[in-house]
């Protein structure tokens, strides 16, 4: 039988999603879990792989068993061999047609930006920073640049695999509260760096050292070298992938609305 689960996690202890030798993964840790719970191996698939402190919200992910147990189970007693830093969310079951990665229309991300002079302190690890002031405006007038299908190229980092650089990008959303920014990024799928690429652009704009036409520019460039440095994975969460109803995957969890 095949078993979704929805997975959420704080990032900082992990070297991302992906099992490494060095055992330090979130997918390393939650195969070990499962593997507990289920006394045999189990090999997991992800929607979307999450780099080294990168965290989710809700990381889908699938594998296939033969062990039968109820949802509630498999909550439970996985997450009983989980680090307090890694959750599972929930679980059910799906038709094994389900592939978590390849059934997904569109896949969520949040960057969460703190606007302060002074650095995060409690925060630490959980959001990005910005000690200049940032201009609401020009960042929405350059984010509206990248609406719609484009190549990315001068958002990619160098060891992306994607097999091609054009994505479609389906919203972005730039909300302020308090002193806290959250910026939501929906597309069919994004390249390895995308949005921290996109990120280190848009601040800049938003402090001013660039005007938000310049966006037009990096993307029309087709160049990672003409874009701003990489941004900090601190703030950027996994919100989730989206699905046809007709496969019953929630469309997010608790968590969704819990951040700044």
């Known amino acids: 039988m095949r078993i979704a689960l929805g997975l959420s996690y704080n990032g900082q202890a992990y070297q991302g999603w992906q099992s490494q030798s060095s055992g330090q993964t979130v997918q390393d840790y939650l195969e070990k879990a499962l593997g507990t719970f289920t006394a045999q191996r189990v090999s997991t698939l992800c929607a979307g792989r999450t780099d080294a402190g990168v965290h989710a919200l809700m990381q889908v992910v699938h594998f296939d068993t033969d062990r039968e147990r109820d949802a ?16 599972v969310q929930w679980a059910l079951q799906t038709p094994d047609a389900f592939h978590c990665r390849a059934c997904a229309t569109s896949r969520r991300y949040a960057y969460v930006l703190l606007e302060s002079p002074v650095r995060p302190s409690v925060e630490t690890g959980r959001v990005g920073w910005s000690f200049r002031p ?14 719609g299908e484009h190549d990315f190229t001068s958002f ?26 959250r910026i939501e990024f929906e597309a069919n799928a994004f390249l390895h760096h995308m949005i921290r690429n996109i990120m280190g652009c848009l601040v800049s704009i938003g ?54």
Request: charged letters at 25%; proline letters at 8%; hydrophobic letters at 40%.
């Open 72 to 87: 509630h189970s498999w909550t439970r007693g996985t997450n009983a061999n989980l680090p307090g830093d890694i959750a």
């Open 134 to 147: 940032l201009d609401e405006a020009a960042m929405r007038r350059a984010a509206g640049y990248l609406m």
């Open 156 to 181: 990619r980092a160098a060891q992306c695999q994607a097999l091609s650089p054009v994505k479609n990008m389906l919203a972005i959303n730039i909300n302020r509260r308090g002193a806290y920014w």
């Open 207 to 260: 402090q001013g050292k660039r005007p938000a036409d310049w966006l037009l520019e990096v993307l029309e460039a087709r160049d990672r070298k003409v874009a701003a440095p990489t941004f900090s994975p601190d703030g950027l969460y996994f919100l989730g992938p989206r699905y046809d109803p007709k496969w019953g995957i929630p469309d997010r969890t608790a968590a969704y609305d819990g951040l700044p």
